[in-house]
């Protein structure tokens, strides 16, 4: 079955918008692990808009499942991600503007400085993902630069699907994911996806045995005013089950 990491960033969103400590990141987090969530992703941003530093480092120490941090490839987050240590580091792209990550790294335009990321990652014992979009030739340069996984860029593809699932872009869209999927995966790449996953357009990506995980956060959290957080992470485990290949 696919593993789901819940992204608990909006958590941290609505706590930010009264700049009061509650609710609790790490009571959410705690719900999601014993809901069954098999990893916590977190964002650190430059911006610090929604997940604050202590956060990341409480979440290291109170969790039992793998801690995902995803951030920028600055300076400033290597040092963070270095002592803190999660499991998994996933790089992204960041725009200060942006609402939220809007699309795959660019490996190929800055290979030199992204191993030099790399390296400095795994020498600290940490994992590491690249955050890119279906295309084979990002695929390619993430393994040439020493990562350990790709995490697929959905955007598009929850864009299409929310459209029509019978369109010609959506088809395209899964077509290109799967063929990404496949090249990753004959290169030794874990694969993972996210951005834009819900409970409605989870199944047809469920499909592509290649895939290890989805990281998942606004939908979830979205669901859980209605239903509280542990039914809606326990209902993408179903989902996930239901439709895994
Ligand atoms: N993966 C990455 C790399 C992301 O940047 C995000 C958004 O923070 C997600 C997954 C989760 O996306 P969503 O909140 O749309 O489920």
């Known amino acids: 079955m696919i593993k789901l990491g819940v992204n608990i960033d909006h958590i941290a969103t609505v706590r930010q918008a009264r700049k009061e400590d509650f609710p609790s990141v790490l009571h959410a987090a705690e719900v999601c692990q014993s809901a069954g969530a098999t990893g916590i992703t977190v964002h650190l941003r430059e911006d610090r808009r929604h997940i ?5 480092y409480e979440l290291k120490s109170l969790l039992n499942i793998p801690l995902n ?12 991600a270095r002592e803190v240590k999660p499991a998994f580091v996933c790089l992204v792209p960041e725009k200060r503007e942006e609402l939220t ?13 992204l191993t ?5 990652l795994k020498d600290a014992g940490i ?25 697929i860029h959905t ?3 929850a864009k299409y699907f929310k459209l029509s699932a019978s369109s010609k872009e959506f088809t395209d869209e899964l077509s290109k994911i799967a063929k990404a999927a496949s090249a990753g995966h004959a290169l030794g790449l874990t694969i993972n996806a996210g951005h834009g996953l819900d409970y409605d357009n989870i199944a047809p990506i469920c499909a592509l045995k290649e895939m290890n995980e989805f ?27 239901q439709y895994s290949c």
Do not use: C, P, W
């Open 116 to 120: 030099d990321v790399v390296n400095r």
């Open 215 to 241: 990281n998942i956060g606004f939908s979830i959290v979205a669901r859980a005013v209605f239903t509280g957080l542990d039914a809606a992470v326990r209902e993408m485990l179903a989902k996930l089950k």
């Open 101 to 113: 990550t809007e699309g795959g790294l660019n490996i190929l335009s800055q290979k030199e400085r």
């Open 52 to 56: 604050q530093d202590k956060d990341v």
């Open 69 to 80: 941090l995803e951030m920028a490839a600055t300076d400033e987050m290597v040092n963070i």
């Open 127 to 151: 994992k590491v993902s690249m955050f890119i979009d279906a295309d084979i030739a990002q695929v390619k340069a993430a393994s040439d630069i020493g990562a350990d996984i790709i995490e």
């Open 155 to 157: 955007g598009n593809y």
